[in-house]
């Protein structure tokens, strides 16, 4: 919730309190049991929309039995239940006001026989680092809670061209994940920390923590997440996700706070292979403004539902073993993701990269670069204040307590000391990096094997939060494809003691459509999903 503000209407609170008059758990005095599944009753008259995918939903509301806003009410409803009340995830830290509204203009369109594009009607969520006019946009950080945009970002005003309701804003790793090497992933000084609805007292990940909480726990349609390194990928495997990295450029990042030119991208997050692809039909487009447009063009596809079951037939898929080996229930997760591509048609081949890992630390240098470069430049065009990364430093030594009560600013500190990109050390970095992983790491490996895709476990089962001692990573299988700019995709894959695992996908530039077949051939097979119980810890 923002720190200083409800999240909620009053309208919206009097549907906390007959919630819990439902649910029969909940009072001043005695909240929710923690790891009681939320009933459908409190998601609305007449629609659960719990596990609802968006496409049904679509499906519904052409048939003429559901309208989007009672879809909208629904999801409100849920929200105030689940997430302010109940569990508490604190996915959520802000509400569209006019999302009810907007989704009966919607209805009126559809009665009309207007429908605006594909998502006409579904309500979605985006992260709280992508400007929607008239809501702050933060980052996550008190230092931003007056930064309110007067005009969409370019994905936000596709999204609405589609038709989708904006519902709300989703809770982040504070600045994206790139303020210190301490962090606690799904804090912010603005939201607070947000749970696994697998299990309370595990992490989220992030740093789309509030999209993958969240989606999981079916409080909107659809999600949207951004990811420099792991950021969509690994919140998507450790909730139960769908969750798509796509090509740098071709979802605009204009609008989006950034970290890194080079990497940066906004994705879809959703419960379903088919509903990522749906919405990644309304994600992509070339934009002018973005400094990877002019690549991106004549890439982004009007629709990439077009899925297959038997899209994995013939394939040559190539397993990643390298990114294995700390942890058994991954390995055998990623085992059977293999088998199952064996069973539907395809082959897998073993790919050991020689480069791997070898580009990490070029790639931290270029991400220091970028983001001094990348925020000064939001923070003048948006007139913010504090309007500098220097400023941003100087604010957040002098609100300490508030700001920096678990971690401090490592990061903002050596950004600072970066020269411009016109520097040789940035220049050779960013080319390392990219080199190291793309075309001598993961599209050597493709081209050298025949190879249509690579198979990696995404990530490990969730770990504590613990904002004493940070984050504990074990490992992971995304990084290849975020540093090299290609896209991945995660799919659930299995779990570990109740915890989601997932397996990730990675191909060759402009390989969604292709990612999302095979992906939705895998699922289908491995039918790994399980929605979230809640439970207070893991196995409960």
């Not at 007449?46 to 039995?65: F, H, K, Y």
């Not at 990295?245 to 080079?262: D, F, N, Q, W």
């Not at 390298?322 to 991954?330: K, L, N, R, S, T």
């Amino acid at each position: 919730m923002s720190a200083g503000a409800p999240k909620m209407t009053a309208a919206q609170g009097l549907l906390v309190i007959a919630a819990c008059f439902v649910m029969a758990a909940c009072s001043p005095s005695s909240p929710p049991a923690a790891s009681a599944t939320p009933a459908a009753a409190t998601n609305g008259p007449g629609i659960d929309v719990i596990e609802l995918s968006a496409t049904d939903a679509l499906q519904r509301m052409a048939s003429g039995s559901l309208t989007s806003r009672v879809l909208t009410q629904a999801y409100l409803n849920r929200i105030a239940a689940i997430d302010d009340s109940g569990p508490a995830l604190n996915a959520v830290i802000d509400l569209n006001p006019a999302a009810l509204e907007d989704a009966a203009t919607l209805d009126a369109e559809r009665k009309a026989g207007r429908l605006r594009g594909a998502l006409h009607g579904l309500p979605v969520l985006v992260k709280d680092n992508i400007d929607v006019a008239g809501m702050v946009n933060s980052a996550g950080s008190l230092a931003l809670a007056g930064n309110t945009p007067a005009r969409d970002a370019f994905l936000v005003a596709r999204l609405r061209a589609a038709g989708a309701v904006i519902l709300g804003r989703t809770n982040l790793s504070e600045w994206a994940n790139f303020r210190s090497t301490r962090s606690t992933s799904g804090w912010s000084s603005r939201g607070g920390q947000t749970k696994n609805p697998y299990a309370l007292d595990r992490n989220p990940c992030g740093s789309s923590s509030g999209t993958g909480a969240a989606m999981a726990a079916s409080l909107a349609a659809l999600g949207v997440g951004t990811e420099t390194d792991g950021s969509i990928i690994c919140p998507s495997a450790v909730n139960g996700l769908v969750g798509l990295k796509p090509t740098v450029g071709l979802v605009s990042r204009a609008g989006i706070i950034p970290i890194s030119v080079s990497q940066d991208t906004a994705g879809p997050m959703t419960r379903t292979v088919r509903d990522a692809a749906l919405l990644l039909s309304a994600l992509a487009g070339a934009d002018a403004a973005d400094p990877a447009g002019s690549a991106a063009q004549g890439h982004a596809q009007a629709d990439y539902t077009g899925l297959s079951a038997d899209a994995l037939r013939g394939k040559r898929i190539g397993l990643l073993r390298q990114a294995m080996g700390y942890h058994p229930d991954v390995d055998a997760a990623t085992e059977r993701a293999a088998q199952a591509i064996r069973d539907a048609g395809g082959t897998i081949v073993d790919v050991k990269i020689p480069t791997w890992g070898k580009w990490d630390a070029p790639e931290l240098e270029v991400l220091l670069y970028e983001f001094k470069d990348g925020l000064n430049r939001y923070l003048k065009s948006a007139n913010a204040t504090p309007g500098s990364l220097a400023a941003l430093i100087e604010w957040n030594k002098a609100n300490a307590t508030r700001a920096m009560p678990l971690f401090a600013q490592e990061l903002f500190v050596q950004a600072e000391a970066k020269g411009p990109l016109t520097d040789a050390a940035y220049r050779k970095a960013r080319d390392d990096a990219r080199r190291l992983a793309g075309h001598e790491g993961l599209l050597a490996a493709l081209d050298k094997g025949h190879l249509d895709a690579a198979l990696a476990p995404s990530m490990s089962p969730a770990w504590l939060t613990d904002p004493v001692l940070g984050d504990h990573f074990v490992g992971a299988g995304y990084g290849i494809a975020a540093v090299a700019g290609t896209p991945s995709l995660t799919i659930p894959a299995g779990d570990s003691h109740g915890l989601p695992l997932g397996v990730t996908l990675m191909g060759r530039p402009w390989s969604e459509a292709e990612l999302l077949g095979y992906g939705f051939a895998l699922e289908q097979r491995l039918k790994a999903r399980r929605a979230p119980l809640f439970a207070a810890h893991a196995a409960d």
